[in-house]
């Protein structure tokens, strides 16, 4: 009987996001994602370009550190300022639920990242099976908050004690003995669940009403195809229910 090989969860991530890529066409407006599965579609991208097997490609990164990915690879980078039509967007995820609504923002560009997706005709989320979830929230790991600095413990007091997050604990985000602070000059309030979140609806916009809230990592009704490599080989899942129209 044949050895079976234990792929790492990088090589996972890696199978996730040259899948990806195969949505990529020559001419496209592509958004480029953060984090460690994004990144390794945005080095496929380049990879493309360079062979020529990809031409006329215009990148629009999430976040500055995909900026400066895609920029050492060479791939034509533009804002939605100048670009507000993408044709497609390729991005990690924290959290999957059944329905492919998503948990993002743990590499904290969660607004961005929102902003980009929101402006692409296609959504393409890459993971590996560890982010599979039953609820959102059901992985007792961070769902971000972005909020603007001023008076931010009295923001951070007041989303805790939100009727559809009740229970949860939130705790500001710190890189060392100072906040984090967002490419967009703001903070990060994390939230954890026990169990996952009731009614995410709910939650987004009972967040979304509080001042002083910028944007949230709940990424709902927004994805169209979700990618997930896992010992098995790599699946395609795309949306049961089509998503609401922006």
């Known amino acids: 009987m044949a050895a079976t090989t234990q792929l790492s969860q990088d090589e996972l991530k890696k199978q996730a996001a040259w899948k990806a890529v195969e949505y990529v066409k020559s001419g496209m407006v592509v958004g480029l994602g953060t984090g460690s599965t994004a990144a390794f579609a945005v ?9 020529g097997k990809l031409k006329d490609i215009i990148g629009v990164p999430t976040s500055i ?3 400066e990915q895609a920029k050492s690879l060479g791939i034509p980078l533009a804002t939605l300022d100048s670009q507000p039509k993408l044709q497609v967007a390729i991005d990690g995820a924290d959290e999957v639920d059944p329905n492919l609504d ?14 980009v997706e929101m402006a692409s005709d296609i959504f393409v989320c890459i993971v590996d099976d560890s982010k599979m979830v039953t609820g959102l929230g059901g992985s007792k790991l961070a769902m971000p908050v972005e909020i603007v600095q001023f008076c931010h413990l ?3 007091e007041r989303l805790k004690n939100l009727p559809a997050v009740k229970g949860c604990t939130a705790k500001l985000r710190m890189d060392g003995d100072k906040p984090y602070v967002t490419d967009n000059h703001n903070f990060i309030v994390d ?11 709910a939650a987004s916009k009972q967040i979304l009403d509080l001042e002083g809230v910028v ?3 709940l990424f709902l009704d927004m994805v169209d ?22």
Not at 43 to 51: F, T
Not at 103 to 113: P, S
Request: charged share 30%.
């Open 43 to 51: 080095d496929r991208i380049g990879q493309l370009l360079k062979e």
């Open 65 to 67: 550190r995909t900026y």
């Open 102 to 115: 998503v948990v993002k923002g743990r590499g904290g560009a969660l607004l961005r990242e929102k902003m």
């Open 154 to 156: 009295y923001t951070l």
């Open 191 to 201: 939230l954890y669940f026990e169990t996952p979140i009731q009614d995410s609806q």
């Open 215 to 217: 944007d949230h990592g």
């Open 225 to 246: 195809v979700c990618i997930i490599a896992g010992a098995n080989g790599v699946e395609v899942k795309e949306r049961p229910v089509p998503k609401k129209k922006h």
